[in-house]
């Protein structure tokens, strides 16, 4: 049975930064692409950040230069990275999982909250 579990969610001001972690387990982890999404309330999820097999990485334009994307194969777990936090990043954040060669996420998490407030 497949499971990603995220967490590190936390109340932060903006300015601040957090650390997002997703454990997987029941999958070959170095050869799936993983991805961080967000969804705010009332709002649709949104892409935040992929990272492929090959640790090649990608960032939403509203994140780039404040999140990084990474990955830790022996660990099976992939990180989040969020500095420089603004309230419009609150949400839950959730991984997902992804066959190489593929554009979509067939494994999910059921996220973890972040929110940005002072």
């Known amino acids: 049975q497949v499971q990603l579990v995220e967490s590190g969610g936390d109340l932060v001001q903006p300015g601040g930064s957090l650390r997002l972690s997703c454990t997987t387990s029941?999958?070959?982890?170095?050869?799936?692409?993983m991805g961080w999404f967000r969804q705010a309330p009332g709002q649709d999820r949104e892409f935040v950040a992929r990272?492929?097999?090959?640790?090649?990485?990608s960032l939403a334009d509203s994140v780039k230069g404040r999140f990084t994307v990474s990955r830790d194969n022996f660990e099976r777990t992939v990180y989040l990275q969020m500095d420089r936090l603004r309230p419009e990043d609150s949400g839950v954040y959730f991984c997902?999982?992804?066959?190489?060669?593929?554009?979509?996420?067939?494994?999910w998490g059921q996220g973890t909250h972040v929110t940005v407030s002072s």
């Open positions: 997902a999982a992804g066959p190489i060669r593929s554009d979509d996420y067939t494994y």
């Open positions: 029941g999958l070959t982890f170095s050869m799936w692409n």
């Open positions: 990272i492929l097999y090959n640790s090649r990485t």
